[in-house]
T-cell receptor
Framework: AQSVTQLDSHVSVSEGTPVLLRCNYS??????LFWYVQHPNKGLQLLLK??????LVKGINGFEAEFKKSETSFHLTKPSAHMSDAAEYFC??????????????FGKGTKLSVKP | NAGVMQNPRHLVRRRGQEARLRCSPM?????VYWYRQLPEEGLKFMVY????????ESGMPKERFSAEFPKEGPSILRIQQVVRGDSAAYFC????????????????FGDGTRLSIL
């Protein structure tokens, strides 16, 4: 069965320092993986996606993520945090084969705080 | 190009009433997905629809919940005889084509409807 585990429920960084949000996945099939960001009382915005092309994926707002099959990880990083990055981040896996095709499976989210 | 539009943004109902949540997909998108987000949790898939068809409703509660996506007009998520446990944020997403198989069309999300049950 497919699942996603976000290892930290809260991460706090200082402005200008690197961001690391960790995600591990479990999938019987070759997965598609996504990171979405949710600002308070807003919907989800797609940051980046991995769909079996390059393992290092660049997204919007300076974020990137690396797909590591051997570690079943898809951690999200950014070299330098900005105050506007404070939000909740969701790691998501999409089923590509099997019964419930197309549905997204969400991690529980990581709340990122950025201190001035 | 307008994004996914959901209305109302906030909906308050008393126990036993009906709640209707509407979702208009992005222009050109014919696939709609509904998700529910409970406090402090990620989104949980409910149902996947194409025009006039329910493709997958494996995440829908067996009773009181229904969804439709008619040929004309928005997709509707309907909750009958609401209970306190239905309080949540309900998100709609749309995609241009189906996202099964090797398709890589991302899902675009609306801002959600926050349902409160008194």
């Amino acid at each position: 069965a497919q699942s996603v585990t976000q290892l930290d429920s809260h991460v706090s960084v200082s402005e200008g320092t690197p961001v690391l949000l960790r995600c591990n996945y479990s999938s019987s099939y070759s997965p598609s993986l996504f990171w979405y960001v949710q600002h308070p009382n807003k919907g989800l915005q797609l940051l980046l996606k991995y769909t079996s092309a390059a393992t290092l994926v660049k997204g919007i707002n300076g974020f990137e993520a690396e797909f590591k099959k051997s570690e079943t990880s898809f951690h999200l990083t950014k070299p330098s945090a900005h105050m506007s990055d404070a939000a909740e981040y969701f790691c998501v896996v999409r089923l590509n084969y099997g019964g419930s095709q197309g549905n997204l499976i969400f991690g529980k989210g990581t709340k990122l705080s950025v201190k001035p | 190009n307008a994004g996914v539009m959901q209305n109302p943004r906030h909906l308050v109902r008393r126990r036993g009433q009906e709640a209707r949540l509407r979702c208009s997909p992005m222009k050109g998108h014919s696939h709609v997905y509904w998700y529910r987000q409970l406090p402090e949790e990620g989104l949980k898939f409910m149902v996947y629809l194409q025009k006039e068809n329910i493709i997958d409703e494996s995440g829908m509660p067996k009773e009181r919940f229904s969804a439709e996506f008619p040929k004309e007009g928005p997709s509707i998520l309907r909750i009958q005889q609401v209970v306190r446990g239905d309080s949540a944020a309900y998100f709609c997403a749309s995609s241009q084509t189906g996202t099964g198989g090797r398709g890589n069309q991302p899902q675009h999300f609306g801002d959600g409807t926050r349902l409160s049950i008194l």
